[in-house]
Nanobody, 126 residues
Framework: VQLQASGGGLVQAGGSLRLSCVGS????????FGWFRQAPGKEREFVAS????????PYANSVKGRFTISRDRVKNTAYLQMNSLKPEDTAVYYC????????????????????WGQGTQVTVSS
């Protein structure tokens, strides 16, 4: 199983970026993608998650209304559209996949995930 994250970069506050996470090596229907981020000196935190079979898409309170997670089932790719970016969104963003069923609350915990991508840096300047 491999995850390839991309789309990070440097953007001014108020700008937008779209992150992509391409998964390979798995084709099961029951899995979930999650996006997490880690800022310098801070612990990794949940951003958003999405279930391949549909259902709820939980978000961290700090990104609700600004970020949107989606997926392309044909391309086995998850996306994170980030709008109205703020300097406090600066972090390395990681995608992760869980193979098998999990609950919504479990999808918000990094320990629930089986595989992780390499991370992509997002820097928001003020």
């Amino acid at each position: 199983v491999q995850l390839q994250a991309s789309g990070g970069g440097l953007v001014q506050a108020g700008g937008s970026l779209r992150l992509s996470c391409v998964g390979s090596g798995f084709t099961v229907d029951y899995h979930a993608f999650g996006w997490f981020r880690q800022a310098p000196g801070k612990e990794r935190e949940f951003v958003a998650s999405i279930f391949w079979g549909g259902g709820s898409t939980p978000y961290a309170n700090s990104v609700k209304g600004r970020f949107t997670i989606s997926r392309d089932r044909v391309k086995n790719t998850a996306y994170l559209q980030m709008n109205s970016l703020k300097p406090e969104d600066t972090a390395v963003y990681y995608c992760a996949v869980r193979i098998g069923r999990i609950t919504t609350s479990q999808s918000m915990r990094d320990s629930s995930y089986d595989y992780w991508g390499q991370g992509t840096q997002v820097t928001v300047s003020s």
